[in-house]
Every structure is written in C-alpha cells, then in structure tokens.
C-alpha cells in the first residue's frame, strides 16, 4: 500500500493529451515539493518533473507538473509511443519515521 | 556529465547481508545526498534512506531502521548500502540515486539486482 495514490492505468491515444494523479496527505503533498519519474521497464527511473512544475535540461515542455493542495498532477501532451511507460510520483513525507514516499506507479499506453 | 555506476548483480541465501556500491562521477561528491531506493520485480519504488556524503549523517526508512548501513568513501567516490538479515522479500533491484533540486532524485544508478534464495 503506497503512501501517494496514482491510478493504476491510463491510455490515449498519439497526440492527444493524458492527465496522471497523485493524491497525497497533509503530511507530504501537502507541504513538499513533487517529483515525477518515468520508467521504461528494465531502466533506471528517471526524473521528469521536479520542484512541483519544472523540468530538468532536456525533458520537452510536453510534460508538465502542478499541485492543489494534497493532490499532484502529471500532464503530458502530444503523446508519442515513445512515452509509453510507468510513471511514479514522489515527494517526503514528515510524519513518525517516515522520508522519501513513491506512489504504486501509473502505466501509461498509447493507443 | 554526472554518472552512478552501480556495483554488479548479487545472489545471497536466506539470513546472509549483501553489500552494493555506488560511484559517483561528473560531480563534487560531498555536495550531494545519495538515497537508495528498490524495486522488486513487477512493483513499485520503494525509498530505503538517504546519507550525507560529507559527514556521513544518514536516515533509514523505518521498515530499515535494524538492518541497513550506508556508508561511503570519499576517496573513491563511492558511496555504499549493506542489508542484512535477508530473506526472499529483499529480492529486488537496488538503485542509488542522487539529489536534485528541493528533494528530487535526479541522477540514478543503472541499478543492481539482489537475489535471495536457498
């Protein structure tokens, strides 16, 4: 049972837009930055979305992050096959021995 | 450019301790957090703790608390994760990974498989 809650699934098809959720608790979302991973299975995760809303050199301004208030949000637009892939969310989480928290990771195909 | 090259696969038995590795390149060493965080086949990320490389300073996820030590060297750039104890739900993938930004995990390892079995 992950600590963030993402949609196991979700499909559209090329060109068009997907939205992936993250919904968190007063104790991470709530108050930390949100990170958004992809991986392609078999690879090293790797980082799309930092600091809520931006992007890393080298991630195109198809993805994009947001965040409302214990809720966080993955947008990708002008979907390409090559997107096809699980994507996490993650952030930290300040409750009794708690640290870094992933959410159970959304797959995402393109139709 | 910034690199993590994990240490190579491993097959330990039930109760035994693994250790893997982790060497940094493309960057100041002690600037950065390392963490660790793995992946058993078909499941998601699971973060295990992060270490200062400057002073050593670390935090373990309390599923982790008894039985995992990060360790580095600064002179190789290496930073380090023991487990041990193990029993068949340790089998998984294990990446480092270093920070970015506010708490990020930017730059990851290739990752390292860790096998469990009797």
């Known amino acids: 049972q992950s600590v963030l809650t993402q949609p196991p699934s979700v499909s559209a098809a090329p060109g068009q837009k997907v939205t992936i959720s993250c919904s968190g608790s007063s104790s991470n979302i709530g108050i930390y930055h949100v990170s958004w991973y992809q991986q392609v299975p078999g690879t090293a995760p790797k980082l799309l979305i930092y600091d809520t809303n931006k992007r890393p050199s080298g991630i195109p301004d198809r993805f994009s992050g947001s965040k409302s208030g214990t809720s966080a949000t993955l947008v990708i637009t002008g979907l390409q096959t090559g997107d096809e892939a699980d994507y996490y969310c993650g952030t930290w989480d300040r409750s009794l021995g708690a640290g870094g928290v992933f959410g159970g990771g959304t797959k995402l195909t393109v139709l | 450019q910034v690199q993590l090259v994990q240490s190579g696969a491993e097959v330990r038995k039930p109760g035994a301790s693994v250790r893997v590795s982790c060497k940094a390149s493309g960057y100041t060493f002690i600037t950065y957090d390392i963490n660790w965080v793995r992946q058993a086949t078909g499941q998601g990320l699971e973060w295990m703790g992060w270490?200062?490389?400057?002073?050593?300073?670390?935090g373990y996820a309390e599923k982790f608390q008894d039985r995992v030590t990060f360790t580095r060297d600064t002179s190789t750039s290496t930073a380090y994760i023991e487990l041990n104890s193990l029993t068949s739900e340790d089998t998984a993938v294990y990446y480092c990974?270093?920070?970015?930004?506010?708490?990020?995990?930017?730059?990851w390892g290739q990752g390292t498989l860790v096998t469990v079995s009797s």
């Open positions: 270490m200062n490389p400057n002073n050593g300073n670390t």
């Open positions: 990974a270093r920070t970015y930004g506010s708490g990020s995990f930017g730059y």
